[in-house]
């Protein structure tokens, strides 16, 4: 049996709230302590009056059910432990990452080091493996939602982007959102897209469907960001940085690593089931295979290399 403090109902009178540690278009996240256990956690405060007016229900409501279906069964994902709410808010409490994001690492550097960026690739394939698993795409993985926990392990996080999909006959099937779009948010949805532009899969722009394999190029992407510290796909607009994705118009400087490049040539491909990995049987033993990952022991990934 838990203890009665784990099965009983949580309000923000169980947390001593402390400073903010950042905001997002539609919350604000507070650092906290568990009155009960002095555990540190991060609290995502949603205004209701304020998601109901973005019309962004949809997109709260499909990050507490992608939260939830995760559990804590990998220790790749930020936890959600509790959720409440009073008349105005909604409370998300989150594990805490205390050290950052992975962009935050990249730009202090300039770039990761190659024995960085294999094992932080790792950890990020050992999540996708998990979500996949559980037929959810993130749709909006880069730099900035890779976090750290206290032990320099990664926390994916940003779940508010991320589609459930369903399956017929163990066929993949689009797509289950959680909760309709609200009035609007569908007529906007057509003309524009799902995540972050510089990370968006070319079949995400063109609208046809997104898949596991949207999120191995976003892979793609942040290999060759973590090595050579820029974004592969960089424009003065959005509308030019689309250009380029669907051209597949990028290049490496000279100094990139030659290591990573095969990697990041095989999932920044235009055909999704053509990326590493996308048509995989055993997800995602072609990844796990890569030379790349030559010298890594994928059942024991050891501790993380100093970040340098
Ligand atoms: P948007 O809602 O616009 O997509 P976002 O996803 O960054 O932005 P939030 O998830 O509300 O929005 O996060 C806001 C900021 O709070 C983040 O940029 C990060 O700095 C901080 N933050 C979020 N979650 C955590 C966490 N679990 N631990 C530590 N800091 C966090």
Not at 122 to 150: M, T, V
Not at 160 to 184: D, F, H, L, M
Not at 211 to 226: E, N, Y
Request: with cysteine; proline share 5%.
């Amino acid at each position: 049996m838990p203890p009665a403090e784990e099965t009983r109902r949580r309000s923000p009178s169980d947390y001593i709230f402390g400073k903010v540690l950042g905001e997002g278009s539609y919350s604000t996240v507070y650092l906290a302590k568990d009155v009960h256990t002095n555990k540190e956690h991060a609290i995502k405060v949603v205004e209701k009056a304020h998601v109901i007016r973005e019309k962004k229900t949809e997109s709260v409501m499909r990050e507490k059910e992608v939260l939830r279906i995760l559990g804590n069964s990998c220790p790749y994902f930020v936890r959600l432990y509790w959720t409440f709410q009073d008349t105005d808010r909604l409370y998300f409490v989150l594990s805490y990452a205390k050290n950052g994001d992975v962009l935050g690492q990249i730009e202090k550097h300039n770039r990761m080091s190659i024995d960085c960026t294999r094992y932080y690739l790792a950890e990020l394939i050992l999540g996708l493996e998990y979500l996949h698993s559980k037929n959810i795409i993130h749709r909006d993985l880069k730099p900035e939602n890779l976090l750290f926990d206290e032990n320099w392990h990664l926390l994916i996080t940003d779940f508010g982007s991320a589609k459930i999909i369903s399956t017929e006959n163990g066929r993949s099937v689009e797509e289950s959102s959680i909760g309709e779009p609200e009035k609007g948010e569908r007529c906007k949805r057509r003309n524009s897209f799902v995540g972050t532009a510089q990370f968006v899969s070319p079949e995400m722009l063109t609208e046809t469907q997104s898949s596991h394999a949207s999120d191995l190029w976003a892979l793609g992407c942040i290999a060759f960001q973590m090595a050579c510290g820029r974004m592969p796909f960089i424009g003065g607009s959005e509308y030019l940085i689309f250009q380029k994705i669907l051209k597949l118009e990028y290049a490496f400087p000279d100094d990139f690593p030659r290591e990573i490049k095969s990697l990041v040539e095989k999932l920044v491909v235009l055909e999704p089931s053509k990326r590493l990995g996308a048509s995989d049987e055993r997800r995602y033993s072609s990844l796990r295979e890569h030379e790349f990952f030559a010298m890594l022991n994928w059942d024991d990934l050891g501790p993380p290399p100093r970040l340098s």
